[in-house]
């Protein structure tokens, strides 16, 4: 315990990052080491490309927004307290969590889930998705395997779902009802103290099932 | 519809081989007793001129009559169920069609002379029944789920195998079963044979209740596995059973515990190896469609079969074998063949299941049979019932402690409850030797009763219980690509979320294989075309447009003609460039679906008409064609009344077993194309003479020297030569496209039914059903673009479709 408690201390304001994410003190260690072990220059901040070197990171399609989501606008760093409140996202949405009617909506809300997610669309910040936009993001996500007028016609069918007020792009709005299903539950993001192994999943919107049979 | 046909040919032959045996013991009592009969007919002296020779066809005749009766049977479950708005389970209700069935012949034979044996059951009617199951398997659930599905199929299995046998053991020691001849070692071979939660019944059940898909994939993925290592379990304490108690040591146990691995884990990597032999063989099947769907059933069936007679888990054999190669077959194969497959495969298990249970109820109508030992039968339902329960709740409760997401009670009671047994035990059961079991018909109508409790009882309040439990349930929603493309952009997020984190989670492993999978294996098994078009979001994404096109389509025909709807609707869409230029390499009979149904979209622009207030965007929009829709559509119509009928009329008698009507159609097809371009020109010509010249004349003539030869049948035959047509098909051009055909008239020439354009366009129906000369077809046969440019008023919109399927010609030839 004494490890854990000097740990805690060398973290300036960690009771407030704690209430603010809902990380318990397991948590917060484990991820302060990640950083740690992520700022190899000990700056005690990360830099994009310090997210870069991140092998698997680097194969990703979606990668660099996903490192630009933890970079706000103009900032070229991101300190231990940003890089955890933006991971409190993938918490799972917690049920039994009291209620007061004051606080601040949690960073695992529902919303706030889907704002992450609409963020990584939407690269200009005007709160809407384009079809540029959109386009960008199959083409990294689907790559060489489709054409580009297949991957257009993709992107305008796409839009054509969501788009309720007819005006070719995708608002937050109508990007959180399009994903205000039954069956769609939120990014789960689960460490769980007691076993030292992090978990992580996603419950999709599974209809494989029923897709399969289908076909 | 000549696929139909074809399922019927299937379903007749297959079941025929299916039930053959069934009647085996049967007809050699029959044929002793028709012998008489036949003595008599070759005695008589004159020349007979009908003989009745029942015993020729006896045992076919027999088995197709119970098929028959079994399908009778269907048909009137389901509809009685319809009326009783689904209480019982269709299973259960077969069941108790079978008594009545087996009340019938047992009545009139004073015996039951037809039983469902095991040998039957093993060969010809499990096999489909899996290979139906495991070829369906939605495979990302099953394999995200395998780790508890393996738990509770093996160890749920072996525990419930135990605990059931050791149990009835202990009674059966405190005497409350009275006088048996049964060991433990007996009690414990019952125990494994009783142990198995059914696939069929599940199946069977759980359809019909529509829990939701992780539940689902649990209870159905268990009684798949299950039944195999069941069937293992099975063999091993039979092989202690035969070396008897004294004889057994702790080599033996180890022994059999090692086959237990061996035959299990055997059976699996044989399956995959046969998925892998059929993922290789449907690549290369271009050529003959008609019988690559055959391969899918040959294939599975053989992987059975072998890892029978290696005394591999055969079930397991056959599951793997299904759930490894599905993604790959339905890749490679032609979409017309899966089509087959999965209507055939259907077909095939739900005949199979029908089958069983039919004969399942059949069965028990015979006194034989029957041993009643209360003590037995009632200690046996309770122990499966009550160890199937602590079981689920044991082994979850472990699972739980790694699963992310846990499985709740509720669940955990429907899967407890869901513990049907079936035919497989039955089958098992009816395996049994004698002389090693004594107390055999004891276990077989336990057995019995076991299934018709589960299967019936626990089927009937399975609904209600869901209900009451509020189970969450699958929901149906339409699919959507948003969420589709969301889902998958969540994947990245989270795998590059866990990368930042720096553990390895379960993503890492998924992402893993799937690379290794997309960049081996994928190269391996599947043809490249097919890689290079699989993607799933690419896939969901043809399937909605397909939908679009079939709706609107019908309801354009419901209003009357396309021709006609389209003509005053905001957004006109060319169908025809966009399935040409997309699909095209992707399906390339697509065009041949599409006059299959008569659509004549092909030839020109056609309306969203279902949605016309959500434009299909994903359909391009012509602005070009509103503006000449009526010039169209007065040519196409013409054109239409003339040349359609005729066609129709000259391929009907034709008759090919290799082919469907597929390559008149693509004559058709190509034809109705080189008509509508042509209808275009002639009405451009006449209406808007020199408005708009064509861009791209130097192009076309290059292409129509290449094409000279090809020419040449026309000439000669002054029709359409359909050989010619064929030889383009079948080298896989796809569409060629005969527009860049240099003119056989003369440019200025005006068709004469041209001048007909004032005339009031007839019914709808006749519109297409004019008859045609071939002199007309040989006016029209050949597409005049370019030969004289200052005659050739293409629209931008024909000279861009021309264009695209010049290219498209191109490549493909490139490719070849």
New interface residues.
């Given amino acids: 315990m004494g490890s854990t408690n000097s740990t805690l201390l060398k973290i300036p304001n960690v009771e407030v990052l704690m209430q603010e994410t809902g990380f318990s003190p397991a948590h917060i260690i484990r991820l302060h080491d990640r950083f740690k072990a992520l700022d190899k220059e000990g700056r005690g901040h990360l830099c994009p490309h310090d997210f870069g070197a991140i092998k698997e990171l680097a194969m990703n399609p979606i990668g660099d927004r996903i490192i630009g989501a933890f970079f706000s606008p103009g900032k070229e760093t991101v300190d231990f307290h940003t890089f955890v409140k933006i991971l409190a996202h993938f918490r799972p949405v917690d049920k039994d969590r009291p209620k007061e009617p004051n606080s601040p909506e949690p960073i695992n809300s529902r919303s706030n889930k889907l704002k992450f997610a609409f963020q990584l669309y939407d690269q200009d910040k005007d709160g809407k998705i384009s079809r540029d936009e959109l386009l960008q993001v199959l083409r990294a996500m689907l790559g060489m395997q489709v054409t580009d007028e297949q991957l257009e016609s993709i992107a305008d069918r796409t839009i054509q779902e969501a788009d309720l007020d007819r005006d070719d792009t995708i608002s937050f709005e109508e990007f959180r009802k399009a994903c205000k299903h039954k069956r769609f539950t939120m990014f789960r993001f689960c460490i769980r103290p007691g076993e030292r192994k992090l978990m992580l999943t996603l419950c999709h919107w599974s209809s494989e099932l029923q897709d399969q049979h289908e076909l | 519809m000549a696929s139909s046909v074809y399922l019927c040919l299937l379903r007749a032959v297959f079941l025929v081989c299916f039930v053959n045996p069934l009647i085996q013991g049967l007809s050699e009592d029959e044929s002793v007793f028709q012998n008489p009969h036949h003595q008599q007919e070759e005695n008589l002296t004159g020349l007979p001129i009908v003989t009745f020779k029942w015993h020729h066809v006896e045992t076919p005749y027999l088995v197709i009559i119970w098929v028959f009766v079994a399908g009778l049977a269907k048909l009137s479950v389901v509809e009685l169920n319809h009326h009783v708005i689904s209480v019982v389970p269709e299973s259960g209700l077969l069941i108790i069609l079978g008594f009545i069935l087996g009340g019938i012949v047992w009545g009139a034979d004073r015996a039951q002379t037809f039983k469902l044996l095991p040998p039957t059951f093993f060969y010809y009617l499990l096999p489909q029944i899996i290979l139906d199951a495991s070829y ?6 099953f394999f995200s789920n395998l780790g508890a599905i393996l738990i509770y199929a093996i160890f749920g299995t072996c525990w419930n195998a135990a605990t059931v046998g050791l149990s009835l053991w202990g009674c059966y020691e405190a005497g409350v079963m009275g006088n048996l001849d049964i060991g433990l070692l007996q009690f414990l071979l019952f125990g494994s044979l009783i142990a198995a939660v059914d696939p069929v019944a599940v199946i069977a059940v759980f359809e019909e209740v529509h829990v939701n ?1 992780v539940l ?2 649990l209870v159905f993925g268990e009684s798949l596995l299950n039944d195999g290592v069941t069937v293992v379990l099975y063999n091993v304490f039979d092989a202690f059973v035969a070396l008897g108690g004294p004889r057994i040591d702790a080599a033996e146990i180890f022994k059999g515990i090692f086959s237990f691995v061996v035959v299990a884990f055997g059976g699996s990597f044989l399956g995959i190896g046969f998925a892998i032999l059929l993922s290789l063989l449907t690549r290369c099947t271009k050529h003959i469609q008609i019988i690559e769907a055959g391969f899918v059933f040959v294939v599975g069936y053989l992987a059975y079969l072998t890892a029978e007679m290696l005394s591999l888990s055969a079930i397991l054999s056959i599951t793997f074998c299904g759930i490894c190669c599905q993604k790959y077959v ?1 890749a490679n194969m032609d979409e017309k063949s899966v089509t087959t497959v ?1 209507h055939a495969m259907k077909l095939l298990a739900n005949g199979s299941e029908t089958m069983i249970f039919l004969f399942l109820g059949v069965t028990a109508i015979d006194t034989e049979i029957w041993v009643w030992n209360t003590g037995f039968i009632l200690l046996t339902l309770l122990f499966v019932f009550i160890y199937r329960i602590i079981g689920t709740f044991l082994f979850t409760w472990m699972l739980n402690k790694f699963r ?2 846990p499985i709740e009670v509720i669940d955990q009671v429907v899967m407890s409850y869901g513990g049907l047994r079936g035919a497989v035990a039955y089958g098992l059961a009816a395996l049994l030797d004698e002389d090693k079991i004594p107390e055999k018909n004891l276990m077989i109508s336990t057995t019995l009763i076991v299934v018709y409790f589960t299967v019936i009882l626990q089927g009937i309040t399975m609904k209600p219980l869901v209900q009451w439990l509020k189970v969450k349930r ?4 339409d ?5 589709k ?19 390895i ?4 492993w998924t ?1 893993g294989w799937n690379r290794f999978e997309e960049n081996y294996i994928s190269w391996l098994l599947m043809k490249p075309k097919a890689r ?4 799933y ?2 896939s969901i ?1 043809h399937k ?2 397909l939908e679009d096109a079939i709706n609107y389509v019908s309801e354009g025909e419901r209003q009357g003609s396309l021709a006609f709807s389209r003509s005053d609707e905001a957004a006109n869409v060319d169908f025809k460039k ?1 399935f040409g ?2 699909f095209a390499d992707v399906m390339p009979n697509i065009m041949v679906d599409m006059s299959n149904y008569e659509l004549g979209i092909e030839h020109f622009s056609v309306t969203s008409i279902v949605k016309d207030t ?6 391009d929009i012509h602005g070009q064609d509103r503006k000449n829709a009526m010039d169209d559509i007065n040519a196409h119509h013409l054109l239409q009344q003339h040349l359609y009928r005729s066609r129709k009329h000259q391929h009907r008698h034709k008759y090919s077993r290799s082919h469907f009507s597929i390559n008149q159609n693509e004559d058709e097809v190509q034809e109705i194309f080189q008509r509508t371009m042509r209808s275009r020109l002639e009405s451009f010509k006449s209406t808007k003479m020199g408005v708009n010249p064509a861009k791209k004349i130097t192009k076309h003539h290059k292409k129509e020297l290449t094409h000279k030869v090809v020419d040449l049948p026309f000439d000669k035959t002054g029709a359409i030569n359909s050989t010619f047509m064929r030889d383009t098909y079948t080298v896989g051009a796809g569409i060629e496209n005969p527009v860049f055909l240099p003119d056989m008239d003369s440019p200025t020439h005006s068709p004469p039914w041209l001048m007909e354009t004032e005339a009031v366009a007839p019914s709808q129906r006749a519109q297409r059903r004019l008859p045609w000369t071939p002199n007309r077809l040989r006016r029209l046969a050949p597409m005049r673009i370019s030969t004289c440019s200052t005659d050739s008023f293409l629209m931008a919109d024909v000279s861009l479709t021309l264009e695209e399927h010049e290219e498209h010609s191109q490549t493909d030839h490139v490719e070849m």
């Fill in positions: 369906f398997m939605p495979n990302k659930l898909e689902f994939i339905n999965r992310l997401v699958a929901a149906h929603s699919l959507k690509l948003i969420e493309l969301n889902n998958r952009a969540f994947d990245h997020i989270l795998a590059a979320v866990e990368d930042i984190c720096g553990r989670g379960d993503n890492w992402r290079k078009n699989r993607d979001l690419f994404f909605l447009n966009q230029s997309e959500i434009p299909s965007v994903s359909l």
